[in-house]
């Protein structure tokens, strides 16, 4: 069974810029989260989908941060104008499940973001 | 607002040793406790999913326990090995939200 596929795995960008992440999750699944893992910090969640609504992105800066989820498959996070502390790695997951005591997040390799 | 505190944030044992990784957390209402590990540049690999009604779940050399009315949980490594090396985060489930402790950077020497 293919994971949850990120691109790209890294991005180099200058503050004031934009960047764009994509995440394909594993098939079937129709829960999708988005984390942003600061240096030496958990992943924090940004935004959770299901299929292609919004559940929760109470957490995701709406000034300069959005998301998608077209068809309720693939997902794109979106940042613009990036700051410095937009330097993070981007983590997409997603699970089978809506929840639950059972609902377990099978997570991408992240996207590594250095804001200069 | 729950809070998921880990410690130690660090850890270095020789290989071989039996090791307990902590993580406490402020507010019982939780769906579960998961334990992953994360390798340096890679994403998340679940280790462990304790439900909220289990006390303790096992998989190989990893045994986790979870005490919710103390508000924590332990990670028990049998007999280390140098592959064991990563960063272990322990993550709460509320409501499908993931929220995640700081984890604890494990070194295992040969």
């Known amino acids: 069974e293919a994971g949850v596929a990120q691109s790209p795995r890294y991005k180099i960008i200058e503050k004031r810029q934009s960047v764009a992440f994509w995440c394909n999750p594993i098939?079937?699944?129709?829960?999708l989260y988005w984390y942003q893992q600061i240096l030496g910090q958990g992943p924090k969640l940004l935004i959770q989908?299901?299929?292609?609504?919004?559940?929760?992105d109470s957490q995701l800066p709406k000034d300069r941060f959005s998301a998608e989820r077209l068809k309720g498959v693939d997902s794109t996070l979106k940042i613009q104008p990036a700051k410095l502390e937009d330097s993070a790695v981007y983590l997409c997951?997603?699970?089978?499940?809506?929840?639950?005591?059972?609902?377990?997040?099978?997570f991408g390799a992240g996207t590594r973001l250095s804001v200069l | 607002k729950q809070e998921v505190t880990q410690i130690p944030a660090a850890l270095s044992v020789p290989e071989g040793e039996n090791l307990v990784l902590n993580c406490s957390f402020t507010?019982?209402?939780?769906?579960?406790l998961q334990w992953f590990r994360q390798d340096p540049g890679k994403g998340l690999t679940s280790l462990l999913l304790?439900?909220?009604?289990?006390r303790e779940q096992t998989s190989g050399r990893l045994n986790a326990s979870l005490d919710k009315s103390s508000g924590r949980s332990t990670l028990y490594i049998a007999a280390s090995q140098p592959g064991d090396s990563a960063t272990y985060l322990c993550?709460?489930?509320?409501?499908?939200?993931?929220?995640f402790g700081q984890g604890t950077e494990l070194s295992v020497k040969p």
């Open positions: 507010d019982s209402a939780i769906y579960n």
């Open positions: 993550a709460v489930d509320q409501g499908g939200k993931l929220i």
């Open positions: 098939s079937g699944h129709a829960t």
């Open positions: 989908f299901q299929n292609n609504g919004v559940v929760d």
């Open positions: 997951a997603s699970s089978g499940r809506t929840g639950g005591e059972k609902n377990i997040q099978y």
């Open positions: 304790i439900q909220s009604s289990q």
